[in-house]
């Protein structure tokens, strides 16, 4: 099983570009989650999906935009790339959400924005 | 008040040694409490959760302070292949995990 799995593993940007970044997962969890990671801060929620058909707000949700486009797949766009999000993000699954299991993360994507 | 603080360290303890790093925490409701591990420039991954009643694995013990709204953990017989970032992580009261910024270990030979 390869678990988790994101696309791209690095990317640079020009500011006002878009992308997506994409996030697959093959161990049947309901859960999906986008986190970003920067100096000195602990992951911040980006957007999650507590089961397939559903997404919602993180603490960061600005600039972002997802789609759980099935039980797999879960992806996250952004639309006018900012120095801002500059930043690694990091796709998750868990079997279920509320906070009490495991998740399981993907090799994440570094992307800067220049 | 940052919700999970943690001493950013580095930690820098010789190979056998005992090394211990707390988290402190702000939500006096949170109920789920968990020690990830991250590996330079990779992903976090879950070492322990962390039960009301402590919990070890191996050298490895984990507590939690109610009252003090800490949890602690303990690296017995400290291996070089333990250097790493250790993540404390809180559910928080809306079902989301909120991560601190971690503590650095180094083990030296």
């Known amino acids: 099983n390869a678990g988790v799995t994101q696309t791209p593993k690095f990317q640079v940007l020009k500011t006002g570009q878009s992308m997506t970044l994409q996030c697959a997962q093959d161990m049947n969890h309901n859960s999906m989650y986008w986190y970003r990671q920067d100096p000195g801060m602990g992951l911040r929620l980006i957007y999650y999906s507590a089961s397939e058909g559903t997404t919602d707000k993180g603490e960061v949700p600005n600039g972002y935009n997802v789609s759980r486009l099935n039980k797999r797949e879960f992806s996250l766009r952004l639309e006018s790339a900012a120095p801002s999000q500059t930043s690694v993000y990091f796709c998750?699954?868990?079997?279920?959400?509320?906070?009490?299991?495991?998740?399981?993360f993907g090799p994440g994507t570094r992307l800067t924005v220049l | 008040r940052k919700e999970v603080e943690q001493d950013p360290g580095p930690f820098n303890v010789p190979e056998g040694a005992t090394v211990a790093f707390n988290c402190t925490y702000s939500n006096s409701a949170s109920q789920s409490f968990f020690w990830y591990r991250q590996d330079c420039r990779k992903e976090p991954k879950l070492l322990m959760s962390?039960?009301?009643?402590?919990n070890e694995d191996g050298r490895f013990t984990a507590q939690l302070n109610r009252a003090s709204q800490y949890i602690s953990l303990l690296i017995r017989d400290s291996k070089l292949s333990d250097s790493a970032t250790y993540l404390c992580v809180v559910k928080g009261s809306n079902y989301q995990l909120i991560w601190g910024a971690g503590t650095k270990l180094i083990i030296k030979p």
């Open positions: 962390v039960y009301s009643s402590g």
């Open positions: 998750a699954s868990s079997k279920l959400a509320g906070g009490t299991h495991e998740q399981f």
